[in-house]
């Protein structure tokens, strides 16, 4: 056959002059030459939106990422232009756009230093082979200028150098450096001469994003597919990055219930029921702490979602109560994949009512999981999410099951190439009907979003709790998560330390690993180092493939259990001060764990840090991951820290060598800091707390602390029943003063504090509470007295 024509591959297209432009209140519209057209949207004085399309016509404008409750509005806008550019200037920011090609050069509108600039800028390249545009958009990197974020990748915490691919994959024992694995978070963080900003890369279809591997000195990052649409953050403090991301993407809707910030023993799979008893029986004999134990799927009916084995578990109704009534929560796993099976009743009904994917051509999309051939609902149909939630009516309202595990739901597909659905597989997408190259990435997200849905209504008037495998930018509203199918390895631990930080910095801070590795079977001293680890991640759960051995915390020998039992209880007496950053997280979007350059941004030395952390605000933490290791050397940030073990105080700002054998770790305490910390208890409720105690660490200087409570679960706390207690601690050379500040209407069970001040320099010669003479006593050089819990003025001279 004879042509006359044939294709034309053009390569990278870019924008040409600007020969249009307007303005509709805080939306900015530029028009270029050959039809390109860049909608700039000023969302805040410090975060802007850059949208670009490339035929003159912009889709609706929909995305799963971003919440309605983001906030909006800034203080001072002005616009103006001279010969060769157009300037956009709010109160944090200034933003050039070059009338010859688009370009964009960003600066900071108080010192007028220069934040991020365009290198080639918005490129695309016509797609023949997937339709629609490949958009690119490439930056220049500043002298000095470090890259961190992105979710889970098991990689350090500096990105730069690295290259990667965003496409929610199951990655069953990744290593170190695999990519993509189960998260697709297209957000990072980026700082160079003490300044921060954030990029928020928001398109669903396979992303990439290059931070200076291709080409020194340019970072990158493009899409298969969809808009070049991305928001530029302004911190300058990254903290705010993170936390103006998250008031983008969402905030968890509610503080976890409490319990759920205990331990939590998982295993594939606990069963039968004995089984399971034997275990939760185990942990209260050897007053181990656990407030959940967790059943894989094993639990069901030949894999079927939303049934029980009656050979396995013929009342699961009374062994659920029966587990309450000992303290544990009974959390088990619902996969997407819905079995084939017209004896199924939830099969029949999503066939019925048309909820399953289809291929591009009528089929269902049908793949191999666990219970054999299935169907997959489409989550991302809203009639199909209010379907889904439905089905926990009888699961947590009829049999009292407490949280609910999300797995599998890449969506994960056995034994076909890319483990996934191909790519034909049709989506609703909330009305604007798509393809999976669009849907997959969110597809997680969205199942979790109608699992949450369904226990929040039927644990109603308890908090829901929700733990999933796969999300997408936002999915922190609805879930805790967990970082895969980890492998029993000292590198893994290593891993695991820099995901769980990583997941913080992307917004998504209820994060945790399986503690000991999934697959494979750790040693004793692995264990040990990996729960001392563990217990400092917002989410603590072991969990283990079950193929190696077992894996609880009494296998490894007495002198491991002994270890394992007295860092559990360092979570459980540290609960309160857990909780408290909770609530900062939901309330404020401040990660729960930093990392140091995260905590210390203008310290040089923490920008390729990688093991330690801030757990919280005060808590300075350095696990072990080394084999047969009697301590190891650790950087200790800018300022003063007591050693959590012997109240030793250590200057920061260089590596230090710490002693920690195979019983201890490193853990260090902020001077200054006020730390709440409750009794030991076996689970989340078993004790009225009857004091707290406040362990104050004396600074020269000022420091202020606070500690958040409320009844621990339930909704009351946004009507105002919450007690937010505000310390401020002032300490001179011959006097500490502290002062109390409370404000909420929720009254604590306890009447009485009892505060033990480390490092007081100077001997006391009188103590006042609201100006009345109080005794004291000293313990190992603690001074400890108990005062109201009323008290709004301590008064502390020396002589």
């Known amino acids: 056959m004879i042509l006359n024509t044939e294709l034309e591959y053009k390569g990278n297209l870019f924008p040409s002059k600007i020969v249009f432009y307007k303005k509709h209140v805080n939306v900015l519209y530029f028009k270029s030459e050959n039809g390109a057209v860049l909608q700039l949207t000023i969302e805040r004085d410090s975060v802007l939106r850059f949208?670009?399309?490339?035929?003159?016509?912009?889709?609706?404008?929909?995305?799963?990422?971003?919440?309605?409750?983001?906030?909006?509005?800034?203080?001072?806008?002005?616009?103006?232009?001279?010969?060769?550019?157009?300037?956009?200037?709010?109160?944090k920011l200034i933003c050039h756009i070059s009338k010859l090609d688009m370009r964009?050069?960003?600066?900071?509108?108080?010192?007028?230093?220069?934040?991020?600039?365009?290198?080639?800028g918005f490129h695309w390249e016509e797609s023949y082979e997937i339709g629609g545009d490949i958009v690119k958009m490439s930056l220049k990197s500043q002298q000095g200028e470090n890259y961190y974020g992105l979710g889970d990748k098991p990689v350090e915490n500096n990105l730069k150098g690295k290259r990667f691919q965003n496409w929610v994959t199951d990655s069953y024992a990744y290593?170190?450096?695999?990519?993509?694995?189960?998260?697709?978070?297209?957000?990072?963080?980026?700082?160079?001469?003490?300044?921060?900003?954030?990029?928020?890369?928001?398109?669903?279809?396979?992303?990439?994003?290059?931070?200076?591997?291709?080409?020194?000195?340019?970072?990158?990052?493009?899409?298969?597919?969809?808009?070049?649409?991305?928001?530029?953050?302004?911190?300058?403090?990254?903290?705010?990055?993170?936390?103006?991301?998250?008031?983008?993407?969402?905030?968890?809707?509610?503080?976890?219930?409490?319990?759920?910030?205990?331990?939590?023993?998982?295993?594939?799979?606990?069963?039968?029921?004995?089984?399971?008893?034997?275990?939760?029986?185990?942990?209260?004999?050897?007053?181990?702490?656990?407030?959940?134990?967790?059943?894989?799927?094993?639990?069901?009916?030949?894999?079927?979602?939303?049934?029980?084995?009656?050979?396995?578990?013929?009342?699961?109704k009374r062994m659920v109560k029966e587990l309450a009534d000992d303290g544990f929560k009974t959390i088990v796993i619902i996969d997407p994949g819905i079995k084939i099976d017209n004896e199924y009743s939830v099969f029949k009904e999503g066939l019925e009512k048309d909820y399953f994917c289809k291929r591009a051509d009528g089929p269902y999309m049908k793949g191999k999981v666990w219970p054999g051939e299935c169907y997959f609902p489409d989550f991302t149909n809203p009639e199909v999410r209010e379907w889904?939630?439905?089905?926990?009516?009888?699961?947590?309202?009829?049999?009292?099951?407490?949280?609910?595990?999300?797995?599998?739901?890449?969506?994960?597909?056995?034994?076909?190439?890319?483990?996934?659905?191909?790519?034909?597989?049709?989506?609703?997408?909330?009305?604007?009907q798509c393809s999976h190259r669009k849907a997959h990435n969110v597809y997680g997200m969205q199942m979790a979003r109608a699992t949450y849905h369904g226990l929040k209504k039927f644990s109603y008037p308890k908090r829901p709790f929700v733990i999933t495998r796969a999300a997408y930018s936002g999915t922190q509203r609805y879930t805790s998560t967990w970082t895969g199918d980890n492998?029993?390895?000292?590198?893994?631990?290593?891993?695991?330390?820099?995901?769980?930080?990583?997941?913080?910095?992307?917004?998504?801070?209820?994060?945790?690993?399986?503690?000991g590795g999934f697959a494979e079977q750790p040693n004793g001293e692995l264990f040990a180092r990996w729960i001392q680890l563990g217990v400092f991640h917002p989410f603590c759960r072991v969990h283990s493939s079950g193929d190696h051995g077992d894996q609880e915390p009494w296998v490894f020998g007495k002198t491991v259990t002994d270890i394992v039992r007295k860092f559990i209880?360092?979570?459980?007496?540290?609960?309160?001060?857990?909780?408290?950053?909770?609530?900062?997280?939901?309330?404020?979007?401040?990660?729960?764990?930093?990392?140091?350059?995260?905590?210390?941004?203008?310290?040089?030395?923490?920008?390729?840090?990688?093991?330690?952390?801030?757990?919280?605000?005060?808590?300075?933490?350095?696990?072990?991951?080394?084999?047969?290791?009697?301590?190891?050397?650790?950087?200790?940030?800018?300022g003063k820290w007591y050693?959590?073990?012997?109240?030793?105080?250590?200057?920061?700002?260089?590596?230090?060598?710490?002693?920690?054998?195979?019983?201890?770790?490193?853990?260090?305490?902020?001077?200054?800091?006020?730390i709440p910390k409750y009794p030991i208890q076996q689970y989340v409720g078993e004790k009225v707390i009857e004091q707290l105690e406040l362990d104050v660490y004396y600074k020269e200087g000022k420091?202020?602390?606070?500690?958040?409570?409320?009844?621990?679960?339930?909704?009351?706390?946004?009507?105002?029943?919450?007690?937010?207690?505000?310390?401020?601690?002032?300490?001179?050379?011959?006097?500490?003063?502290?002062?109390?500040?409370?404000?909420?209407?929720?009254?604590?069970?306890?009447?009485?504090?009892?505060?033990?001040i480390h490092g007081l320099p100077f001997k006391i010669d009188k103590l006042e509470v609201d100006n009345e003479a109080i005794d004291i006593s000293k313990i190992n050089g603690v001074v400890t007295f108990e005062v109201t819990k009323e008290f709004r003025e301590l008064y502390i001279t020396g002589k």
């Open 51 to 91: 949208r670009y399309s490339t035929t003159g016509m912009f889709d609706k404008d929909f995305s799963y990422a971003i919440t309605m409750y983001a906030s909006k509005g800034y203080n001072h806008l002005e616009i103006s232009e001279d010969n060769e550019k157009y300037i956009i200037t709010t109160s």
């Open 487 to 515: 492998v029993a390895t000292w590198d893994h631990l290593s891993i695991a330390n820099q995901q769980a930080q990583r997941m913080c910095m992307s917004g998504f801070s209820f994060a945790g690993s399986d503690i």
């Open 569 to 638: 209880e360092i979570r459980y007496q540290l609960l309160p001060y857990l909780y408290t950053t909770f609530w900062r997280y939901a309330d404020e979007g401040i990660p729960i764990l930093k990392s140091l350059v995260l905590f210390d941004q203008e310290d040089s030395n923490t920008h390729y840090r990688n093991d330690e952390f801030i757990f919280g605000e005060k808590i300075l933490v350095c696990p072990i991951i080394e084999a047969n290791s009697k301590g190891r050397r650790m950087y200790i940030p800018r």
């Open 703 to 756: 420091e202020s602390s606070e500690v958040y409570e409320d009844a621990g679960d339930g909704y009351d706390y946004k009507k105002g029943r919450y007690s937010l207690r505000n310390f401020n601690q002032v300490g001179k050379a011959n006097s500490l003063t502290i002062q109390q500040f409370k404000s909420g209407k929720f009254i604590t069970a306890y009447n009485s504090f009892k505060i033990n």
């Open 388 to 432: 889904w939630s439905e089905l926990f009516k009888e699961l947590i309202e009829d049999i009292g099951v407490a949280g609910v595990w999300n797995d599998m739901n890449e969506p994960a597909v056995m034994d076909v190439p890319g483990k996934s659905f191909p790519d034909d597989v049709r989506h609703d997408y909330d009305g604007n």
């Open 643 to 674: 050693n959590f073990w012997d109240n030793s105080i250590i200057i920061g700002g260089e590596e230090l060598w710490v002693d920690a054998d195979i019983d201890s770790m490193p853990i260090f305490v902020k001077e200054g800091a006020i």
């Open 175 to 316: 290593g170190r450096g695999t990519d993509p694995i189960y998260k697709a978070i297209p957000f990072y963080t980026a700082i160079h001469h003490d300044k921060s900003y954030g990029v928020f890369f928001d398109n669903t279809f396979r992303s990439y994003f290059d931070f200076c591997n291709e080409r020194r000195n340019i970072t990158s990052f493009w899409a298969q597919g969809g808009e070049m649409n991305y928001y530029f953050i302004y911190g300058p403090e990254m903290t705010e990055v993170v936390s103006n991301y998250t008031d983008l993407t969402g905030r968890p809707q509610h503080i976890p219930p409490m319990w759920a910030l205990g331990f939590h023993q998982c295993k594939w799979s606990y069963y039968p029921e004995s089984n399971v008893k034997e275990i939760t029986s185990k942990f209260r004999e050897l007053k181990i702490p656990c407030d959940a134990i967790y059943l894989d799927i094993d639990y069901m009916e030949g894999f079927r979602c939303f049934t029980w084995s009656e050979e396995y578990f013929p009342d699961p």
């Open 104 to 120: 964009k050069t960003i600066f900071d509108a108080k010192d007028n230093s220069l934040i991020c600039e365009d290198e080639l």
